[in-house]
């Protein structure tokens, strides 16, 4: 194991913004009732109009507050790692080398926009968050960055992450957060989904459903979403700076850059900063693997679609399996969104980012691979970028190459996921195409 460490001091100070950068633009959010681009000022019965700004700007580079920039010294630079014995077990002449984000507090790379979020809606007065969870691992990062700024936090998690997750649970709780499963009792829209089917798993769409009717129903309370909007990729492209000054200092330059994708956040925020490269000509792949049983990008559509179950959301043009879509429950729970972020829908509209579709028992096992290689248990979702990159580096094991993926999180939170895998109760599931046009053909009509 080689692992190449940033000075407290050499830390990124800006964000990077690849929205500018993206050929052929981004198409505007709608308003979900008059189906018109929407203004921020709707918007800002929920989010602050810092963050509002951050989602619509143009500008490549937005200064990081020095309040973020402090939170951030906890954990940041966090360390890039060339994985030797990964290598060697493989017998591959690939370089693969992964940026180490699960050394944060919560174990993940989410208190990268958790504690940005948490700052802009302090600084305008706001007293209390809402959010939903899908892994806990952003409702966790959300209790964390609330606490540092004197907020409270009420957390919405997807049920069947509630049950089978309760130690994330327990850190949310730790930090000061309210936490209840979703759909619950304490929302119209969660009373209606448990009226109409109580035996429901939940999803992220309707999680996301509750927290909004919360947030809106109080005036000291704003709502925060941990993937998928341009402000969340924003936050998380200190990920990808932080690995492109740290692979020259090693002397490298990736060929393959791999992220798990869920929304899309961990994955954009460490491809954006390399985007540039790849349009000035340099040779460079970009892949996004995503659960089988949930292919926004592999088996959906795209389109214009809400976020949420109950429509509340704007209308975001996206790879999407429809919002009524409810995913099996996987163990991956973070990347069982329906949808997947604007920016990273339009990088696969362009042919820049690679979308690929993997089964959960190769992701367990090449999670297996690399804990006993490296000393790391990965997060389930991890484990499908280390998957891609083991996918890549025996494509040809004679073939020198660079790989670069992202370690999004740590599993020791997740052991009774392994535990499931390692006693043969796991098995792989493809969701059912006909499932998924029934999901599709709900999409909002759009001119």
Same mark, same amino acid.
């Given at each position: 194991m080689k692992k190449i460490v940033l000075r407290e001091d050499e830390m990124p100070t800006r964000w990077y913004n690849v929205v500018p950068d993206i050929p052929n633009g981004l198409l505007p959010p709608l308003d979900p009732e008059t189906l018109q681009p929407i203004g921020p000022e709707k918007l800002a019965t929920v989010f *602050?109009?810092? !963050? !509002? /700004?951050? /989602?619509?700007?143009?500008?490549? $580079?937005?200064?990081? *507050?020095? /309040?973020?920039? +402090?939170?951030? #010294?906890?954990?940041? *630079?966090? *360390?890039?790692?060339?994985? &030797? #014995?990964?290598?060697?077990? =493989?017998?591959t002449k690939a370089k693969i080398f992964f940026k180490n984000e699960s050394v944060s507090p919560v174990g993940s790379h989410k208190p990268n926009s958790a504690v940005a979020q948490a700052y802009y809606n302090k600084r305008e007065g706001v007293k209390r968050l809402t959010t939903e969870t899908g892994a806990g691992q952003w409702g966790s990062a959300l209790s964390l960055a609330t606490s540092k700024f004197g907020m409270e936090c009420k957390v919405y998690m997807v049920r069947v992450s509630y049950d089978q997750k309760p130690y994330r649970k327990f850190i949310m709780q730790a930090y000061g957060g309210e936490v209840v499963a979703s759909p619950s009792m304490d929302t119209k829209t969660g009373r209606e989904i448990l009226t109409s089917d109580p035996d429901t798993p939940g999803s992220l769409g309707m999680a996301i459903s509750e927290a909004l009717e919360d947030a809106s129903?109080?005036?000291? &309370?704003?709502?925060? !979403?941990?993937? %998928? =909007?341009?402000? %969340?990729? !924003?936050?998380?492209?200190? %990920?990808?700076? /932080?690995? #492109?000054?740290?692979?020259?200092?090693?002397? +490298? $330059?990736?060929?393959?850059?791999? @992220?798990?994708?869920? @929304? @899309?956040?961990? $994955?954009?925020?460490? %491809?954006a900063p390399f985007v540039p490269d790849y349009l000035e000509g340099k040779k460079i792949e970009f892949h996004g693997y995503e659960p089988a049983s949930c292919p926004s990008m592999t088996g959906g559509k795209l389109a214009y679609d809400s976020g949420d179950v109950a429509m509340m959301t704007p209308l975001l043009y996206m790879y999407t399996l429809g919002h009524n879509f409810v995913p099996p429950g996987i163990h991956a729970g973070g990347l069982r969104y329906h949808g997947m972020a604007p920016i990273v829908s339009a990088l696969v509209r362009e042919g820049i980012v690679i979308p690929k579709a993997v089964h959960q028992l190769e992701c367990f096992e090449a999670g297996i691979l690399f804990a006993r290689t490296e000393g790391i248990i990965p997060a389930p979702e991890s484990n499908h970028a280390i998957r891609g990159a083991i996918i890549e580096a025996m494509k040809d094991p004679n073939e020198p190459k660079t790989i670069l993926f992202n370690l999004s999180g740590t599993g020791v939170i997740d052991m009774p996921s392994y535990d499931n895998y390692l006693t043969g109760k796991l098995s792989d599931y493809a969701y059912p195409q006909e499932q998924i046009e029934a999901a599709l053909a709900r999409l909002p009509k759009i001119g």
């Open positions: *602050p109009m810092s !963050l !509002l /700004e951050q /989602e619509m700007s143009q500008e490549r $580079f937005i200064d990081i *507050p020095q /309040e973020v920039l +402090e939170v951030y #010294k906890i954990w940041r *630079p966090s *360390p890039l790692v060339r994985a &030797t #014995k990964l290598e060697e077990a =493989l017998g129903s109080r005036s000291d &309370t704003n709502y925060a !979403l941990g993937s %998928v =909007l341009n402000h %969340v990729v !924003l936050h998380q492209s200190i %990920v990808g700076l /932080e690995a #492109k000054r740290q692979m020259e200092i090693a002397g +490298e $330059f990736p060929d393959v850059v791999i @992220g798990c994708c869920g @929304g @899309g956040s961990n $994955f954009a925020g460490l %491809v």
